[in-house]
């Protein structure tokens, strides 16, 4: 008779065990999705064209999904950057805010020259979305406070930031919505002739590499591995703790600020109130699913992207509601996410004499 059952975390998790509990994750997921869409009045046939076929395998539905993975990539790397040191940065969404603010302001008070205002922009967002995160930085190492609790804090206070100007003094005075005045021509992203698809993507997949080559190549990379592991064990070798921690707490408010000015100059052309919404619970599930791997976070962000792009199909021509996406769009991922139990430990049975 079964006493007790114990999860052993595995020492090495081989890369096939790897990809099979991942792709049996997915499966499942799709599958178990599948089935609540069919049984809310969606034709079986339509799920294969819109979650596949429509989405990836056509030139438009290409090119929105990678439209859609573009910010998602750069908060998605903020995420996985910090928590390569054990900093759980849950403000991923008010680092965006303040990098689109940050944006919009060089593009209001038409600050330097018009063919560099563009990089003035993404450089600004980049600042801001660095100093956003300094705070929270800041108090967990000093007086050790939450950053849990600091960084969704600063994520609110940027959010009404936002609201105070849209309503106030950045609301388009042309017509009289909530938003900003549209950015000139020389302020946005180019097109790259492929659907809506802008030149952002050479900014997402730089950023790619950047963080590929400091978390796998550069020194600091191995100290972020110690300071993960344990970090009273890396302070007393003697490694660069504090410099590691401010380098990858920093660098991943800046690529969340990144994220907010891609927004604003390649998607929406002007600040919203709802650029922002929806990337904090996806930065962080694309993350934790490519395991803090840049180039894991490429791949799990195009995929959650077309996923997004099939959900807003289904919202338009078959009347599906927001809740029923969400509801499928999370059995996806949860099914993924219990999968990786399967490949992080090994179960071990023992029964009663």
């Known amino acids: 008779m079964l006493d007790t059952a114990l999860l052993i975390r595995r020492q090495d998790v081989p890369v096939w065990l790897s990809v099979a509990t ?15 869409l069919v049984q809310l009045g969606v034709p079986a046939n339509a799920l294969w ?16 999904t990678l439209t859609a993975a573009i910010p998602l990539v750069l908060v998605s790397l903020g995420a996985a950057l910090s928590m390569r040191v054990r900093f759980w940065n849950i403000g991923i969404e008010g680092q965006l ?29 980049l600042v801001a979305g660095a100093l956003w995160m300094a705070l929270p930085l800041a108090l967990k190492l000093l007086w050790n406070v939450s950053e849990v609790i ?22 388009d005075a042309a017509t009289g919505f909530p938003t900003s005045t549209t950015l000139d021509p020389v302020e946005r992203l180019p097109l790259l002739g492929w659907d809506q698809l802008h030149a952002g993507l050479w ?45 990858f707490v920093l660098g991943s408010g800046a690529l969340c600020g990144l994220a907010g000015a891609v927004i604003v100059s390649g998607t929406e052309f002007r600040l919203t109130q709802s650029i922002g919404a929806g990337y904090l619970f996806s930065g962080i599930v694309v993350a934790y699913l490519a395991r803090s791997n840049p180039l894991g ?21 078959y009347g599906v509601s927001e809740a029923v996406v969400l509801l499928a769009q999370g059995i996806v991922l949860m099914s993924v996410l219990c999968a990786q139990l399967f490949g992080d430990y090994r179960i071990v049975t023992r029964r009663r004499a």
């Open 297 to 317: 976070v490429l791949v799990v962000a195009f995929v959650l992207g077309g996923i997004y792009t099939a959900g807003n199909v289904l919202k338009v021509f």
């Open 22 to 36: 991942y792709a049996g994750g997915l499966i499942f997921g799709l599958c178990a999705a599948a089935l609540c």
């Open 203 to 247: 900014i997402a997949l730089a950023a790619v590499v950047v963080c590929a080559l400091l978390t796998g190549v550069t020194r600091l990379g191995f100290y972020a591995r110690a300071v993960g592991a344990n970090r009273r064990a890396a302070l007393a070798s003697g490694l660069p703790v504090l410099l590691t921690v401010c380098v």
């Open 49 to 64: 064209q819109e979650f596949v076929v429509q989405t990836f395998l056509t030139q438009q539905g290409l090119g929105q």
């Open 97 to 125: 805010w303040l990098g689109a603010m940050a944006a919009t302001w060089i593009s209001l008070h038409d600050f330097g020259p018009g063919p560099l205002r563009l990089w003035l922009m993404m450089a600004a967002a």
């Open 150 to 171: 600091s960084t969704l804090l600063m994520g609110s206070i940027a959010f009404l930031w936002v609201q105070h100007l849209l309503f106030g003094a950045w609301r």
